[in-house]
């Protein structure tokens, strides 16, 4: 029944016995012979394209509204009202989102990079990224 559940759902019991472990981790052998067959447990790197970061950018409950408020403003500033100022502001404060959404979102592991050197120092941090954890591959 165990093996039906997810992995967070499961025993500390049924964990080790479902990875063929226990509590004092995996012999030397054991864990070569599971990066032989399993490979290093990295995440792959995902390339996206530039243009579609930056329209993402728009998808944003907030930026719907600022746009709407900016067409607004732009209608009464042709129908002769002084609303121009206002226009620019709001456009502006979209693009201001758009910008900063963009750079700050192109790389959103920088945080959790710098973490990880503050914590264990950047002499050690290139032995403890390849840590190994080797889990089978369950469905």
Same mark, same amino acid.
């Given at each position: 029944?165990?093996?039906? *559940? ?13 990875? $063929?472990?226990?509590? #004092? !981790? ?6 070569? &012979? ?9 995440? =792959? #790197? ?14 944003? =409950? ?5 746009? %709407?408020?900016? %067409? @607004? #403003?732009? @209608?009464? #500033?042709?129908? !002769?009202?002084?609303?121009? +100022?206002?226009?620019? %502001?709001? *456009?502006?404060?979209? @693009?201001?989102?758009?910008?900063? !959404? ?5 790389? +959103?592991?920088? +945080? %959790? ?9 950047? &002499?050690? &941090?290139?032995? *403890? ?6 889990? =089978?591959?369950? $469905?």
């Amino acid at each position: 029944m165990a093996s039906n *559940l997810k992995w967070y759902q499961q025993s500390i019991e049924d964990v080790f016995q479902n990875l $063929a472990a226990d509590i #004092t !981790g995996l012999t030397s052998n054991e864990a070569q &012979e599971r990066l032989k067959k399993y490979g290093l447990n990295e995440l =792959p #790197t995902l390339k996206s394209n530039v243009l579609k970061r930056l329209l993402r950018q728009f998808n944003n =409950p907030m930026v719907y509204v600022l746009i %709407v408020a900016a %067409v @607004i #403003t732009g @209608i009464l #500033t042709l129908r !002769g009202e002084h609303m121009l +100022p206002d226009t620019a %502001v709001i *456009l502006g404060v979209v @693009i201001l989102n758009v910008v900063l !959404g963009f750079l700050v979102g192109r790389n +959103p592991l920088v +945080p %959790v990079h710098c973490a990880w050197s503050c914590i264990v120092g950047r &002499e050690r &941090e290139a032995e *403890l990224v390849r840590i190994i954890l080797v889990f =089978p591959q369950h $469905a």
